[in-house]
């Protein structure tokens, strides 16, 4: 699957979607200890992934966390989640807008060179966006910016001209804008050369060994190496952690950390506000497609209780809108609570069958996912509505389910900006529209955000794109978790932000 649904897994991920590490220790656990940097040493480092997923191409279907680590380490995109701003230069040193916000001027970074040592040129960066708007997901990943206005400006200056204004673009090129050298043929992808921190020594079966590029633009790089380990579920993660076999298990889940809370070995690492795991209900057509029934399903899900046993209080409630990470997140609209009485007026109204019973379908891709369809299965019966859980393999799933069902689990990890989800899934043709919703209004006002530079003008037209979306789009969206990662006491520097961020280990040290 595209990692922008994951992130990050992001992303983050996806790759939102999803998000691995943080410098910060959970449940009373101490942050690893300061000190000065030190060089050497290998990151024995283990991350999710599935064999049937497996891809070497840095613009395909990223379906497993560990190929989106390897990518991401070794090919870098044209700019990425930062500290103080929420959009840094990575590949890209600087990004400017035309006064009308629709041509965007990103410059390659000074010193830039592919591992085999030729240096990044803008031709690179135009042939892997090309590339990148030519896949079958490329259409969300580079919204409103097609192939032929993607051009070169001399050697180091990309030129993207979008269809309409869009002060967020340089956002929607942090997760999956990985720029390979010109006209790279598809059988050299898995050797091809990148410009990222670390090369790639070998590559087998899903696990990788990378190695400490020391010409990376980007600055010093600590570890010498990076051993990725791919395992299929978050407990065989877990128990190779609590074993000793790796130093980090990444977006291990809650389980994971109710079992390293005893140990002294281990710290805890805690993520807030760090993956949204919504349910999915098609408004277009089939029986989502009232807004009174989803209105119903919204307040018939006990979100204190989803929490509580779904992820096991690691994480927090959230009100039916994507990206509660964003500095503009409107945590001022009035928060839906259980009501049952109110669920069963609304369905009534609606006309809905109750005796039916309804699938949802869900796949079991990251910890909690199938037991949120489940609980929220059993919830639902107290309104007399019946659902079927119906648990898919992934690859099944992304072909026969997502953009294509009336009702299933989705999960992302990219989690800090409102307008990623609207102009990615929410806006009428998004190419990864997962409710397929059509609203005129929340279009307009998508497009409003987009062409207002003014920061506190945009706080203001978000707060009215998220009212929409809370009244009446096709999320659920029960709550908010925790990413939860286990780290050893050695591992100094893991990043602290989600996303694509948590991917991000060129400052990771480790102590003797």
């Not at 001027?105 to 042939?127: I, L």
């Not at 990378?210 to 978050?234: K, Y």
């Not at 889940?253 to 109710?258: N, T």
């Amino acid at each position: 699957m595209d990692f922008s649904r994951r992130q990050l897994l992001a992303a983050g991920g996806g790759l939102g979607a999803a998000a691995l590490l943080s410098a910060c220790g959970g449940d009373g656990t101490a942050p690893a200890a300061g000190g000065s940097p030190r060089q050497g040493g290998t990151l024995r480092i283990g991350a999710l992934g599935r064999p049937s997923a497996i891809t070497r191409d840095p613009h395909g279907t990223q379906g497993n966390e560990s190929d989106y680590l390897v990518i991401a380490l070794v090919y870098d995109t044209l700019t990425a989640p930062g500290d103080k701003d929420n959009t840094v230069g990575r590949l890209a040193s600087a990004f400017t807008p035309s006064k009308d916000l629709k041509t965007w001027r990103f410059t390659v970074a000074e010193g830039a060179a592919f591992h085999d040592g030729t240096p990044v040129t803008a031709d690179d960066v135009v042939w892997s966006l090309r590339r990148l708007r030519a896949t079958p997901s490329g259409a969300a990943r580079l919204p409103g910016v097609t192939a032929g206005h993607i051009t070169a400006d001399g050697k180091r200056t990309v030129v993207l001209v979008s269809d309409y204004p869009n002060a967020e673009l340089p956002l929607l090129t942090r997760l999956t804008t990985f720029v390979l050298k010109k006209d790279t043929a598809d059988r050299d992808l898995p050797k091809a050369p990148g410009t990222g921190p670390f090369t790639l020594d070998w590559y087998r079966d899903g696990n990788a060994r990378l190695l400490r590029n020391a010409d990376w633009h980007g600055g010093a790089v600590h570890l010498d190496a990076v051993e990725v380990t791919m395992f299929q579920s978050p407990q065989a993660m877990a128990n190779a952690m609590l074993s000793g076999q790796i130093d980090v298990a990444s977006n291990v889940g809650a389980v994971a950390a109710r079992t390293a809370k005893a140990r002294q070995d281990i710290r805890i690492v805690r993520r807030p506000d760090d993956m949204a795991m919504p349910i999915v209900m098609r408004t277009s057509s089939g029986p989502f497609a009232d807004p009174k029934v989803r209105e119903a399903m919204k307040l018939l899900v006990d979100r204190e209780a989803m929490v509580a046993q779904v992820l096991s209080g690691y994480g927090t409630v959230a009100n039916d809108v994507l990206g509660t990470g964003d500095p503009a997140y409107a945590a001022d609209l009035p928060q839906r609570t259980r009501d049952l009485a109110g669920a069963r007026r609304l369905l009534t109204e609606a006309g809905f069958d109750f005796s039916r019973t309804y699938r949802l379908v869900t796949t079991e891709d990251v910890a909690g996912l199938a037991e949120s369809a489940t609980l929220f299965a059993s919830q639902a019966r107290e309104a007399g509505v019946r659902i079927e859980v119906v648990k898919q393999e992934s690859g099944a799933f992304y072909q026969q389910t997502w953009l294509k069902g009336d009702f299933y689990t989705n999960y992302w990890g990219t989690n800090d900006s409102v307008v990623f989800f609207a102009s990615k899934t929410l806006t009428t043709g998004a190419g990864q529209n997962e409710a397929d919703w059509s609203d005129t209004a929340f279009d307009a006002a998508c497009r409003k955000v987009m062409a207002t530079a003014d920061r506190t003008a945009r706080t203001a037209a978000l707060r009215d794109l998220q009212r929409i979306e809370h009244e009446r789009s096709g999320y659920l969206l029960w709550g908010m978790a925790d990413g939860i990662d286990l780290a050893a006491p050695k591992v100094h520097g893991l990043p602290k932000l989600p996303g694509y961020g948590r991917v991000q280990l060129e400052n990771v040290w480790l102590a003797p």
